[in-house]
């Protein structure tokens, strides 16, 4: 796609997603929060709203307003549109399918979007119909679980994709890794743009000097699902803890697979040195960043990882696998260190040589930060979502 420096003008964008805020996509609130801030009116459309966290990230932000897919709305469209039951009936659909497509699309086309943004592929492709009846134009972002694991599991899921590939107008894919990964179900390339994950420097930035500790801290941030690869990562830290390190490893976050990696942590006698700290705020997190020497990402697949920008961002040394889009934003010995996917020898030494060497973690971490201030800021992420925007407009 061709990008000028040409000023667009405020847009009405629609973003569509599951739950809003998500503690766990905040990405999605980022890149909301930030495309108001540039003007632009912004309507999450979504199943689940959470009120708190919206009242704590949104308050007083008259440039988002959240629209719930509910039952009223439903009813609110079957009595404008009566005739649509006598079209159900003849053509004997799945009534309530038929007249929830029909409502979800009308309410996005109640607030006049100028752009359609589905958050994830799984969203697109149970919106196809809706696509077709849109007065708008429309994108898909491709981030990471959608393409990497459903489209091997679900033997439908590669016509769906191709189908929604077909029908929307650009897509965004979070990483060339990614790009790659849906190429054979994209008919037309030149739709594929790449727009990195990125986050707020200001904000994730160390508040006190990168510090030695008597007791080495390592951190992981994410949901607790076999896409982390912590059992790999058990099997790294134990051989940190069979060479003699004090250490501590906290991961935080929650997930399906926490009675399992409870499980593992004790049958490998890890229990003294894994802490599994739960979901924490976002301000927690930050602290833990703060007060932690090394972050570790043994993960299995990813798009590319938030939580790795973050801990960069702040001046953390990253050891993590090759998965995905990492090798996109880590440089191998200069700004983080990257081993194999599975290769928990590899990663259990990188652990060890950062371990036993400040000066070297204060190096890559320092390098860490201005990786990420340079590639990886939001703002950067956001003129780049204005830009495509724009240009799907003409």
């Excluded at 997603?17 to 495309?35: A, D, G, M, R, W």
């Excluded at 308050?59 to 159900?88: D, E, T």
């Excluded at 390592?218 to 699902?225: A, K, P």
Aim: aromatic share 12%; with cysteine; net charge positive.
């Amino acid at each position: 796609m061709l990008h000028t420096e040409t000023k667009y003008k405020a847009l009405r964008i629609a973003v569509v997603t599951n739950e809003f805020p998500s503690v766990s996509e905040t990405f999605i609130s980022n890149q909301v929060k930030y495309l108001a801030a540039k003007g632009n009116q912004v309507f999450v459309f979504c199943f689940i709203k959470n009120p708190a966290l919206f009242h704590q990230l949104f308050n007083g932000n008259g440039g988002v307003k959240i629209i719930l897919f509910s039952r009223r709305k439903l009813l609110q469209y079957l009595l404008l549109h009566p005739f649509q039951i006598a079209k159900a009936f003849s053509k004997h659909f799945d009534m309530k399918l038929f007249f929830s497509k029909k409502a979800r699309a009308s309410t996005i086309n109640a607030y006049a979007p100028d752009i359609v943004h589905f958050e994830f592929s799984g969203i697109g492709i149970g919106f196809l119909e809706e696509i077709k009846n849109l007065h708008a134009k429309t994108l898909v972002s491709c981030r990471g679980s959608a393409e990497k694991v459903k489209l091997l599991a679900d033997p439908n899921r590669k016509a769906g994709l191709q189908k929604l590939f077909d029908q929307v107008n650009a897509i965004h894919c979070v990483s060339e890794d990614m790009r790659q990964t849906i190429l054979p179900y994209c008919s037309k390339p030149e739709k594929i743009f790449i727009n990195y994950p990125s986050i707020d420097t200001q904000l994730f930035k160390r508040a006190n000097p990168y510090q030695p500790h008597p007791v080495i801290t390592i951190i992981s941030v994410g949901r607790i699902t076999f896409q982390k690869g912590y059992l790999i990562g058990l099997l790294a830290i134990k051989r940190v803890k069979d060479a003699g390190i004090s250490f501590k490893w906290i991961i935080v976050g929650k997930g399906p697979k926490y009675q399992e990696l409870f499980f593992h942590i004790h049958e490998m006698g890890l229990q003294h040195h894994v802490v599994l700290a739960g979901m924490q705020s976002g301000n927690a997190v930050i602290e833990l960043y703060q007060q932690a020497d090394i972050y570790f990402l043994p993960s299995f697949y990813e798009g590319i990882a938030n939580a790795v920008l973050e801990a960069m961002s702040m001046e953390l040394p990253v050891v993590s696998t090759r998965s995905g889009g990492m090798e996109e934003v880590i440089i191998h010995g200069v700004n983080g260190f990257l081993a194999n996917v599975y290769d928990d020898q590899s990663l259990g030494t990188l652990l060890l040589q950062l371990s036993g060497d400040f000066e070297l973690r204060k190096a890559i971490g320092m390098a860490a930060r201005k990786r990420i201030v340079e590639q990886f800021d939001i703002q950067l992420q956001i003129d780049q979502y204005e830009k495509v925007y724009g240009e799907l407009l003409g």
